[in-house]
């Protein structure tokens, strides 16, 4: 089993930044891909970015050059810097993790961005 734990939501007026943290914890040996996803009020929870042990990232078209992730595989962490945020971007986030076959959630922070 894998624990995957965010941290750094929070309220943010439009235009302003935040970081989300995600600590992987239990067994999170040949964990590959992390990223985030994002649901908001009534909406599909919807791919936000992702990022392989390697480095290589992928990004939803909606936030591209605004949000960076990163990864420390020696933490078992990845991060989302998020940049110029729009109140559209309000949200819970979910950090996600796969392992082999298995996908893993965390329990989403939340996102606010005032307009």
């Known amino acids: 089993q894998v624990q995957l734990v965010e941290s750094g939501g929070g309220l943010v007026q439009a235009g302003g930044s935040l970081r989300l943290s995600c600590a992987a914890s239990?067994?999170?040996?040949?964990?590959?891909?992390m990223g985030w996803y994002r649901q908001a009020p009534g909406k599909q929870r919807e791919l936000v970015a992702t990022?392989?042990?390697?480095?290589?990232?992928n990004y939803a078209d909606s936030v591209k050059g605004r949000f960076t992730i990163s990864r420390d595989n020696a933490k078992n962490t990845v991060y989302l810097q998020m940049n110029s945020l729009k109140p559209e971007d309000t949200a819970v986030y979910y950090c996600?993790?796969?392992?082999?076959?298995?996908?893993?959630w965390g329990q989403g922070t939340q996102v606010t961005v005032s307009s």
């Open positions: 990022i392989t042990r390697g480095g290589s990232s």
């Open positions: 239990g067994n999170t040996f040949r964990i590959n891909d």
């Open positions: 996600y993790a796969k392992r082999i076959v298995s996908d893993y």
